[in-house]
């Protein structure tokens, strides 16, 4: 049942209009309407049923929550992993506003205007499942030090929002054993709240240029860069301590 996920997207919406709205998302390989949609269902849903069921409210991670709970509840285990993501959906030709904004792309290594969003993905005994998710709202203004000009701003810092979803997770009782993140979610400061207040390990990557202390007996002054030679076999298990 939970093995692709076509299979989980009907387990939690069946044939409702959200069910086949995700099945034609997930699909598709070009631009996606509400009116081709309704072509392919054979008008059994109108395009304007459609259309009322995305505009009808601002749809939350506590709505993803409330779905995904059920399949969640099966599959969860102590052993399961939680990897944190974040993404942009391109959308080149709508209106800037809050959410459709300039966002820099790391893979493209330029900004493009789109829908920046943060994602949780719960992996327990072979299944995958979105629990969490937070989009990037640029709801503030702040004069740009460069150009001196106003730009739009989030009033919090991704990785706030990071530790934010990581809190709701735990909130919600997900028992979990790693919490897996790209290079971008590698500060210290996200390290020691997870190992401190959410009391779980983590693999992130880390920077060439940061520093680690192989004991905890090893001061700051002598911790290793870890683009020096380190003399540690790569199968070792080692306590650590980061800074910056």
Request: aromatic fraction near 12%.
């Amino acid at each position: 049942m939970f093995l692709s996920s076509l299979q989980t997207v009907r387990y939690l919406y069946g044939q409702t209009t959200s069910g086949h709205l995700l099945d034609y998302l997930i699909c598709s390989f070009g631009l996606t309407t509400a009116t081709r949609l309704s072509t392919l269902l054979d008008g059994a849903i109108r395009h304007d049923k459609i259309t009322r069921f995305l505009s009808e409210k601002d749809f939350s991670s506590a709505d993803l929550w409330h779905l995904v709970y059920p399949p969640v509840r099966q599959v969860q285990h102590d052993t399961a992993v939680l990897s944190v993501d974040d993404g942009i959906e391109e959308k080149r030709n709508t209106d800037e506003s809050e959410l459709i904004c300039w966002h820099w792309d790391p893979c493209l290594g330029r900004n493009v205007q789109g829908v920046n969003f943060l994602t949780c993905l719960y992996r327990a005994q072979d299944v995958a499942l979105p629990v969490a998710f937070q989009l990037i709202k640029k709801s503030a203004w702040a004069t740009d030090k460069k150009t001196v000009k106003p730009k739009q701003v989030c009033p919090l810092a991704k990785n706030d929002y990071f530790r934010a979803l990581l809190s709701q997770c735990l909130r919600n009782q997900l028992p979990f054993r790693y919490v897996l993140a790209d290079i971008f979610f590698g500060p210290a400061e996200n390290m020691v709240y997870l190992k401190k207040e959410l009391v779980t390990d983590f693999i992130f990557p880390l920077k060439d240029n940061r520093k680690v202390a192989l004991s905890q007996k090893t001061s700051w002054r002598d911790a290793t860069c870890l683009s020096a030679r380190c003399n540690w076999k790569r199968t070792r298990r080692w306590e650590s301590g980061w800074r910056g």
